[in-house]
């Protein structure tokens, strides 16, 4: 991404560009989306101003939709994507360009805006990890993670936990470090996390499981 011209579009509620959309299983648009009766929008646009979208997974304790996202250089971000608000891409972002720059791309696109407006995220990990897929834990082996975020990158190579209480982020830890770059997270259906690796020798499943001595939050990676 180099210059306005690859963002035109994103905030624009005409064009799907940088949105997250909600429809309906047989392709028909949800008359309680946020744009629904605005006219000249798509129907389907439930956020938009987005850049790089890596996962998106619900919070079944709240049913709310939750987000994560690639800035540039920092401004990694992980979102409550709440509906109808404007997460800022290209406008403003925590981070800056890769030459250093600030990211102000409304004044070349002639995009006036209130910082009060822009979305912000619930956590901004900046330097950028290269944040990627992510869970709400829900599983049985790790009664102590109940309905946190364990979060995953790809250029850090690292493992997140991130405990939310209202909405905000109370404590984050790293679970794994210099392992492999983390393309995807599940809970397994006998309760332990499963992360799908990304090297250069090929792809890896690995299955993290209770450290033998059941301390909570130490754990054993065994290979799939």
Do not use: C
Not at 36 to 56: C, D, E, V
Not at 143 to 155: A, E, F, I, Y
Not at 177 to 200: C, F, K, Q, V
Request: hydrophobic fraction near 30%; charged fraction near 20%; glycine fraction near 12%.
């Amino acid at each position: 991404m180099k210059g306005p011209s690859n963002y035109h579009g994103i905030q624009d509620l005409s064009l799907p560009y940088g949105k997250i959309h909600r429809v309906h299983d047989d392709g028909s648009m949800p008359e309680d989306n946020p744009f629904f009766n605005t006219p000249g929008a798509m129907k389907s646009i439930w956020t938009y101003g987005h850049r790089s979208p890596q996962g998106l997974e619900f919070n079944r304790l709240t049913g709310q939709l939750w987000g994560t996202e690639m800035g540039p250089r920092g401004g990694d971000e992980v979102n409550l994507l709440l509906p109808g608000k404007n997460f800022g891409w290209p406008l403003y972002s925590e981070g800056v360009n890769y030459d250093g720059t600030p990211v102000e791309y409304g004044i070349e696109l002639g995009i006036e805006f209130d910082l009060e407006d822009i979305q912000q995220p619930v956590v901004d990990l900046t330097p950028s990890p290269s944040v990627s897929s992510f869970i709400f834990y829900e599983g049985s082996s790790f009664p102590g993670w109940q309905h946190n975020l364990v979060v995953g990158t790809l250029k850090a190579t690292e493992l997140y936990r991130m405990v939310v209480e209202d909405n905000k982020v109370i404590h984050q830890e790293t679970l794994l470090n210099n392992l492999a770059r983390i393309r995807d997270i599940e809970t397994g259906p006998d309760g332990n996390i499963y992360l799908l690796l990304e090297h250069t020798s090929g792809g890896q499943i690995i299955r993290l499981v209770p450290a033998s001595n059941g301390t909570e939050g130490q754990i054993i990676s065994q290979t799939n």
